[in-house]
């Protein structure tokens, strides 16, 4: 079974004369561990497929469902627990609280689902490391770069161990260096560390490290196509040049 199943998603917005259909009947699945791109022209639909595959939004028809959920037959209270259970988001403008460090912004998942304090720290302080980002722990967002914010966004989305990251125009606010380390860095969420990732991006360069690309036109999907990745493909360094080794 696919992790992720899109079935006949519609989605419109407004009534009668003013209706818009932002999605047109959209099917489309994701296996565990495989990372998808979604391109498109803006107001094509994009970013409305991801807010229905993550319980963001509710489709005007169709069904969502994720590891065999359907997420329109949960209680907004199961939908919650699975969004932050099994679901991390991944935004273009960072979304971190700028008075809070590093290990603290990427631990909040977990504080705010009860964890233990101490635990959910050592649990970012981890995927911190995982990111590259192990000696700037303690360094607020206004102290890091563009891509070292997004690289604390990205341990933000992996610190409750979700199978699932949905990453809108991740690399949308930075420029064509952090974008390509960025890109392959969820390359490596997906390669290495077995989580399905479904990418909303309108940069080509960035859509050619997933596994396969969407296209989307006016709310239908009119391409659905793998890439051709090169053996030995690994993260790239801060130096531009690429890592093929696994973290454990």
Known sequence: MALVQAENLTKTYGKGEAAVTALDHVSLCVEAGEFVAVMGPSGCGKSTLLHLLGGLDRPTSGRVLI????????????????????????????????????????????????????????????????????????????????????????????VAEPSLILADEPTGNLDSHASAEIAGL????????????????????????????????DGVIVGDAPT?????????????????????
């Open 186 to 217: 969820l390359r490596q969420v997906s390669q290495e560390w077995g989580r399905s990732v479904v990418m909303v991006t309108h940069d080509a360069g960035v859509a050619a490290r997933a596994d396969r690309i969407i296209s989307l036109r």
């Open 67 to 158: 590891d065999g959920a359907s997420l329109a037959e949960l209680p907004d209270k199961a939908l919650t627990e699975l969004r932050r259970r099994k679901i991390g988001f991944v935004f273009q403008f960072f979304n971190l609280i700028p008075v809070l460090s590093a290990v603290e912004n990427a631990a909040l998942p977990l504080a705010l689902d009860g964890k233990n304090l101490a635990a959910a720290k050592a649990r970012s302080s981890e995927w911190l490391r995982k990111v590259g980002l192990g000696d700037r722990l303690a360094n607020r967002p206004d102290q890091l770069s563009g891509g070292q914010q997004q690289r604390v966004a990205i341990a933000r989305a992996l």
């Open 228 to 248: 051709l990745q090169p053996a030995g493909d690994g993260m790239l360094l801060d130096d531009g040049s690429q890592d093929g080794r696994r973290n454990p």
